[in-house]
């Protein structure tokens, strides 16, 4: 059983900074492609970023190029996204997710596993 735990979501003004963790726990850790998610109330859920097993390889959504940061750490099981410059826009429940798989996806169906979520609101 592979497990998702994110933290680090909160209250933040636009233009601030907030540091997203996925804790995993289960199986090798980097054999795992790793995603985040966000849905707002009443959307569909979308891709933020993904990042490859071996780390090298990370993707983004247009909207937060420059601005996200996805990364992890496969000695701490420990996926990241490090958010700056926020935006009212970027107001969303965030979710990690895990894919075993070695190509990386937009489509959250091809994802296995997924965290609980944490909520980001951005104040303007």
């Known amino acids: 059983q592979v497990r998702l735990v994110e933290s680090g979501g909160g209250l933040v003004q636009a233009g601030g900074s907030l540091r997203l963790s996925c804790a995993v726990s289960?199986?090798?850790?980097?054999?795992?492609?790793m995603g985040w998610f966000r849905q707002a109330p009443g959307k569909e859920r979308n891709f933020v970023a993904a990042?490859?097993?071996?780390?090298?390889?990370?993707y983004y959504r247009d909207s937060v190029k420059g601005r996200f940061t996805i990364s992890r750490d496969n000695a701490k099981n420990t996926e990241y996204l490090q958010m700056n410059s926020l935006k009212p826009e970027d107001t969303a429940v965030y979710y990690c997710?895990?894919?075993?798989?070695?190509?990386?996806?937009?489509?959250?169906?091809?994802?296995?596993?997924w965290g609980q979520g944490t909520q980001v609101t951005v104040s303007s």
């Open positions: 990042i490859r097993g071996s780390g090298e390889g990370t």
């Open positions: 289960g199986r090798t850790f980097s054999s795992y492609a």
């Open positions: 997710a895990a894919e075993s798989s070695v190509i990386v996806s937009r489509d959250p169906l091809r994802y296995d596993y």
